[in-house]
């Protein structure tokens, strides 16, 4: 379909709603994926079902493309419609190619950040759909992390027979929204009838580890598997309690069972893409789920994928915990940046964005340099997207084509937001030869065998560019006990803002001096990981002083106004 343009420009769920959607079973037929395979949601949605899944396993591989971006900033940078328009772009010029996204959260939808089906002509649909309730996926997670949490109280509440200290029971509780007033709270008060009191809270569900472990599970038995390894707590001699131990990763198994078939629905030109998993970057691994990601690659020839916000966070958690765990080899990665967030990084205003200024452009593409660099230490080639506003100005833009060419790589100009496909066919003629040069050799930045502390330090140094790691006491030796217990080649996970590659969000551009502080470590035993908690971030958002939530309401149609 050519997407049609006006003088003044839709609203993204304008341009969602104009669309001509088709039935989901000819998006599937251009993946030659039949009817039968789909277990539908509606006309416009499907998954994919696990027999059909598991027949995938013998085919050849394509091409794994990642979208990464620049450290994001309140100008934006449009990393998601960016894949959406590669993708789009893709198909345009006669690829068979298919995106995978990440599933959105209702915490960002209704707090600051807004949906996650990207914008303008290069969206994925039902954007209504995607961005709230969707198929199901995230309640499930949510149900099953808190079933896990209310089987820890239960069986403390019948007498403990596994021993457990509630002095160090870890497994907190869920939910999909942003709510501060639950990050810490004391819990079974009103008497005995009411459980054991104790100090715990809330995470958001993005950041559960049932979140992370359906997202890299490869099918059922490695996802039962996972639910098990989950450590819940600790007895009093330190040893693990876990949730195979409480007998709850069955049950916990069955609520996930179709959580963990992959989505399929369409871009606004009826291309396909799997929208699966969604793990926060920021403190979570950032990437759509293993499942979703196989499958694609198995049914088309170029697959577009993202990992969430800048690639100092979500890139890195891609190459060194997906790809690690899920052996793919990605043939090339892209890199978002727009002139906007370049002159933010350069020290401009957000109210003065719209001025030209190319000193602050260049200053700005320190950032960018930076992450063009670390994208291609882990041996995969890299091109710059240029992401258009209308405000941008041809000195301008070639300022940004000058630093892309000073850090080794190529930058293209792209206008899919308003084009859709037509604007990038450019960046898809680029992308599909550089990941058809056979130049990839990936590896990861560290090894199995290096320690835990080693791999944070590794991470700090090589891609943050900071000075020095510190830590406090208790957490080396959180640290030396997962080494002891046998959790050392496990990769990290870092936690830490994602405005910065320093730990403090007001430090733009690309700092070299900074600490790193690591405050918490936590084991994820069932995803594959120790998350290492930086700085001031949070696991549990709370809501800005107007969040998005007091615009969205339902228009005399029933329908949804004001989501992004």
Same mark, same amino acid.
Request: glycine fraction near 10%; aromatic fraction near 6%.
């Given at each position: 379909?050519?997407?049609?343009?006006?003088?003044?420009?839709?609203?993204?769920?304008?341009?969602? #709603?104009?669309?001509?959607?088709?039935?989901?079973?000819?998006?599937?037929?251009?993946?030659?994926?039949?009817?039968?395979?789909?277990?539908?949601?509606?006309?416009?949605?499907? /998954?994919?079902?696990?027999?059909?899944?598991?027949?995938?396993?013998?085919?050849?591989? =394509? /091409?794994?493309?990642?979208?990464?971006?620049?450290?994001?900033?309140?100008?934006?940078?449009?990393?998601?419609?960016?894949?959406?328009?590669?993708?789009?772009?893709?198909?345009?010029?006669?690829? $068979?190619?298919?995106?995978?996204?990440?599933?959105?959260?209702?915490?960002?939808?209704?707090?600051?950040?807004?949906?996650?089906?990207?914008?303008?002509?290069?969206?994925?649909?039902?954007?209504?759909?995607?961005?709230?309730?969707?198929?199901?996926?995230?309640?499930?997670?949510?149900?099953?992390?808190?079933?896990?949490?209310?089987?820890?109280?239960?069986?403390?509440?019948?007498?403990?027979?596994?021993?457990?200290?509630?002095?160090?029971?870890?497994?907190? $509780?869920?939910?999909?929204?942003?709510?501060?007033?639950?990050?810490?709270?004391?819990?079974?008060?009103?008497?005995?009838?009411?459980?054991?009191?104790?100090?715990? +809270?809330?995470?958001?569900?993005?950041?559960?580890?049932?979140? @992370?472990?359906?997202?890299?599970?490869?099918?059922?038995?490695?996802?039962?598997?996972?639910? =098990? #390894?989950?450590?819940?707590?600790?007895?009093?001699?330190?040893?693990?309690?876990?949730?195979?131990?409480?007998?709850?990763?069955?049950?916990?198994?069955?609520?996930?069972?179709?959580?963990?078939?992959?989505?399929?629905?369409?871009?606004?030109?009826?291309?396909?893409?799997?929208?699966?998993?969604?793990?926060?970057?920021?403190?979570?691994? =950032?990437?759509?789920?293993?499942?979703? &990601?196989?499958?694609?690659?198995?049914?088309?020839?170029?697959?577009?994928?993202?990992? +969430?916000?800048?690639?100092?966070?979500?890139?890195?958690?891609?190459?060194?915990?997906?790809?690690?765990?899920? +052996?793919?080899?990605?043939?090339?990665?892209?890199?978002?940046? &727009?002139?906007?967030?370049?002159?933010?990084?350069?020290?401009?205003?957000?109210? !003065?964005?719209?001025? *030209?200024?190319?000193?602050?452009?260049?200053?700005?593409?320190?950032?960018?340099?930076?992450?063009?660099?670390?994208?291609?230490?882990?041996?995969?080639?890299?091109?710059?997207?240029?992401?258009?506003?209308?405000?941008? &100005?041809?000195? !301008?833009?070639?300022?940004?084509?000058?630093?892309?060419? *000073?850090?080794?790589?190529?930058?293209?100009?792209?206008?899919?937001?308003?084009?859709?496909? @037509?604007?990038?066919? *450019?960046?898809?003629?680029?992308?599909?030869?550089?990941? %058809?040069?056979?130049?990839?050799?990936?590896?990861?930045?560290?090894?199995?065998?290096?320690?835990?502390?080693?791999?944070?330090?590794?991470?700090?140094?090589?891609?943050?560019?900071?000075?020095?790691?510190?830590?406090?006491?208790?957490?080396? /030796?959180?640290?030396?006990?997962?080494?002891?217990?046998?959790?050392?080649?496990?990769?990290?996970?870092?936690?830490?803002?994602?405005?910065?590659?320093?730990?403090?969000?007001?430090?733009? +551009?690309?700092?070299?001096?900074?600490?790193?502080?690591?405050?918490?470590? #936590?084991?994820?035993?069932?995803?594959?990981?120790?998350?290492?908690?930086?700085?001031?971030?949070? &696991?549990?958002? =709370?809501?800005?002083?107007?969040?998005?939530?007091?615009?969205?309401?339902? %228009?005399?149609?029933?329908?949804?106004?004001?989501?992004?």
């Amino acid at each position: 379909m050519e997407p049609s343009f006006v003088a003044e420009p839709l609203s993204d769920i304008a341009i969602a #709603r104009a669309a001509q959607k088709k039935p989901i079973a000819a998006i599937a037929a251009r993946l030659d994926i039949p009817e039968d395979a789909l277990i539908p949601y509606g006309r416009d949605k499907a /998954k994919l079902d696990a027999a059909f899944l598991d027949g995938l396993k013998d085919r050849p591989d =394509g /091409k794994l493309i990642l979208v990464t971006a620049i450290n994001p900033t309140p100008a934006g940078e449009g990393k998601t419609t960016t894949t959406v328009g590669l993708g789009d772009g893709l198909n345009r010029i006669g690829k $068979r190619a298919a995106i995978c996204l990440r599933e959105p959260s209702l915490g960002p939808c209704f707090g600051q950040k807004g949906g996650a089906a990207g914008g303008g002509y290069a969206q994925v649909i039902p954007m209504e759909d995607i961005n709230l309730h969707f198929t199901g996926d995230f309640h499930a997670i949510t149900t099953a992390h808190n079933l896990l949490a209310a089987m820890v109280d239960n069986h403390l509440h019948w007498g403990n027979a596994l021993g457990l200290d509630p002095r160090r029971i870890v497994w907190r $509780r869920v939910m999909d929204m942003n709510d501060r007033a639950l990050r810490d709270m004391v819990q079974s008060l009103g008497g005995p009838a009411n459980g054991l009191p104790r100090e715990s +809270g809330f995470d958001i569900t993005v950041a559960s580890e049932i979140m @992370a472990i359906v997202c890299l599970a490869a099918d059922l038995d490695d996802l039962q598997e996972r639910l =098990g #390894r989950i450590v819940i707590g600790y007895r009093p001699d330190k040893s693990r309690v876990t949730a195979r131990d409480l007998k709850a990763d069955g049950a916990m198994a069955a609520l996930l069972k179709d959580a963990m078939l992959p989505n399929l629905v369409q871009t606004v030109e009826n291309n396909p893409a799997f929208v699966h998993g969604g793990p926060f970057a920021n403190i979570a691994h =950032g990437c759509n789920s293993v499942v979703a &990601t196989r499958a694609a690659l198995k049914l088309a020839d170029y697959v577009v994928t993202e990992a +969430g916000f800048g690639a100092d966070l979500g890139a890195e958690k891609f190459f060194d915990i997906k790809c690690r765990q899920a +052996g793919l080899k990605p043939a090339a990665t892209v890199i978002v940046a &727009t002139v906007r967030a370049l002159k933010m990084n350069g020290g401009v205003a957000k109210s !003065e964005l719209g001025a *030209e200024n190319v000193e602050a452009v260049r200053r700005g593409a320190a950032n960018l340099k930076r992450h063009v660099g670390n994208c291609i230490s882990f041996g995969v080639p890299a091109i710059v997207a240029i992401n258009h506003f209308g405000t941008d &100005t041809d000195a !301008e833009i070639e300022a940004v084509r000058e630093a892309a060419a *000073e850090a080794g790589v190529e930058a293209v100009l792209c206008r899919h937001w308003a084009e859709g496909s @037509a604007g990038a066919e *450019e960046l898809a003629e680029k992308v599909a030869s550089l990941a %058809d040069s056979g130049r990839a050799r990936f590896k990861p930045i560290y090894s199995d065998e290096t320690s835990l502390l080693g791999k944070i330090e590794t991470v700090v140094k090589d891609i943050y560019h900071g000075a020095a790691v510190t830590a406090e006491p208790a957490v080396l /030796k959180a640290l030396d006990g997962f080494q002891a217990d046998g959790y050392g080649h496990f990769p990290v996970c870092m936690a830490k803002t994602q405005y910065s590659f320093s730990t403090d969000p007001a430090r733009l +551009g690309a700092p070299t001096d900074h600490i790193v502080h690591v405050r918490e470590v #936590r084991l994820a035993a069932g995803a594959g990981f120790v998350v290492a908690i930086c700085g001031d971030i949070l &696991t549990m958002p =709370g809501l800005p002083r107007q969040p998005a939530a007091e615009r969205i309401f339902l %228009d005399a149609e029933g329908r949804v106004e004001g989501l992004f």
